[in-house]
């Protein structure tokens, strides 16, 4: 917990351009995950790729409404990384206010998500995590708090979980372009939200299939 509470701390200082964000002490009652609480199944491809299947117990996630609350921020998260695979500028910036507006919205007065420390911290960033992207207007910009946002919701989804879904954490590291970054799909396809259409199949890989 310590070093996600850390990784948020980075986040938001990332995305408001400030280091004013505050941690509100831990509460008892935030939901934990225990280092078992996942089964990890690696494949191998050609004797070089590799890719794990992870299965998640569900005794161990969030009850099922949270979880379906997750599905939907997750379905909107998908149609930022759309838009920036098309390099879809106003797209990409119109889906991550929505993302961001669902957050706080839809979690409202859900016990669970609002001890958390990380969400906490998030709703006390909230107006200046999304000034951030409201200034964003060139791809590169948008592409890049795009990678900070996909590690947040990866941490999120991780401990929260997903309702009966199987989702995939795609890597793409490309030195040729100065590019190392890991997004969330839905399916093994191959759109690359940071280098866009013209090099979707450079070198997105499926690193982990998550099922839940």
């Not at 590799?50 to 997750?74: G, W």
């Not at 592409?143 to 990866?154: A, D, P, T, W, Y």
């Not at 199987?166 to 040729?176: A, F, G, S, V």
Request: charged fraction near 30%; hydrophobic fraction near 35%; charge should be positive.
């Amino acid at each position: 917990m310590k070093s996600e509470l850390i990784f948020s701390i980075l986040l938001c200082i990332t995305l408001t351009g400030s280091t004013t964000a505050r941690a509100v002490p831990s509460d008892s009652t935030v939901l934990k995950i225990s280092k078992d609480t996942t089964e990890k199944k690696p494949r191998i491809f050609n004797n070089e790729e590799k890719e794990q299947e992870i299965k998640f117990d569900k005794s161990n996630l969030a009850p099922q409404k949270v979880r379906i609350i997750f599905n939907d921020l997750f379905s909107q998260y998908l149609k930022i990384k759309d838009a920036l695979s098309y390099s879809d500028e106003s797209g990409a910036k119109r889906n991550t206010l929505t993302l961001l507006e669902h957050m706080k919205s839809k979690t409202e007065g859900i016990e669970i998500i609002n001890k958390d420390e990380r969400w906490i911290l998030f709703l006390h960033n909230y107006e200046s995590i999304r000034s951030k992207v409201e200034a964003a207007n060139f791809i590169a910009e948008q592409r890049f708090l795009f990678g900070e946002i996909s590690r947040g919701i990866q941490e999120f989804i991780k401990y929260y979980g997903l309702n009966d879904k199987t989702i995939y954490l795609m890597n793409c590291k490309n030195d040729e372009k100065n590019v190392n970054a890991s997004w969330l799909s839905d399916s093994r396809d191959k759109k690359n939200p940071f280098l866009g259409s013209i090099n979707d199949t450079v070198c997105a890989k499926v690193k982990e299939v998550w099922v839940f």
